[in-house]
């Protein structure tokens, strides 16, 4: 069985910054891709930022591009969610997931999930 932990988040203001931190365990641990995905209140579970466990393909949703940064450390099976110039339409429950099947953006490819981190942005 594998666990996944985020931790990070927190209440900042408009144009902000917060780093999100993701650590997977487990016995059996195998990873071909990690993700980053977020929930607001009333709204479906949206596609953040994910990246291919060898760093050779990363992906961002266009309302992200250009301020966060999605990053790991395979030594410490952690993977990180930089976000800069954050905006109030960023507040969300935001999940840290690993897919063992294969690399993409779609959520049935992942196998583990996190129990959520609060980012909340103030105007």
């Known amino acids: 069985q594998v666990q996944v932990v985020e931790s990070g988040g927190g209440l900042v203001q408009t144009g902000g910054s917060l780093r999100l931190s993701c650590a997977a365990s487990g016995r059996a641990f195998t990873s071909v891709a990690m993700g980053w995905f977020r929930q607001a209140p009333g709204k479906e579970r949206d596609f953040v930022a994910s990246i291919e466990w060898s760093g050779s393909r990363i992906d961002y949703a266009d309302s992200v591009k250009g301020r966060f940064t999605i990053s790991r450390d395979n030594a410490k099976n952690t993977v990180y969610l930089q976000m800069n110039s954050l905006k109030p339409e960023d507040t969300a429950v935001y999940y840290c997931?690993?897919?063992?099947?294969?690399?993409?953006?779609?959520?049935?490819?992942?196998?583990?999930w996190g129990q959520g981190t609060q980012v909340t942005v103030s105007s």
């Open positions: 997931a690993i897919s063992r099947r294969g690399y993409g953006m779609d959520f049935r490819l992942y196998d583990y």
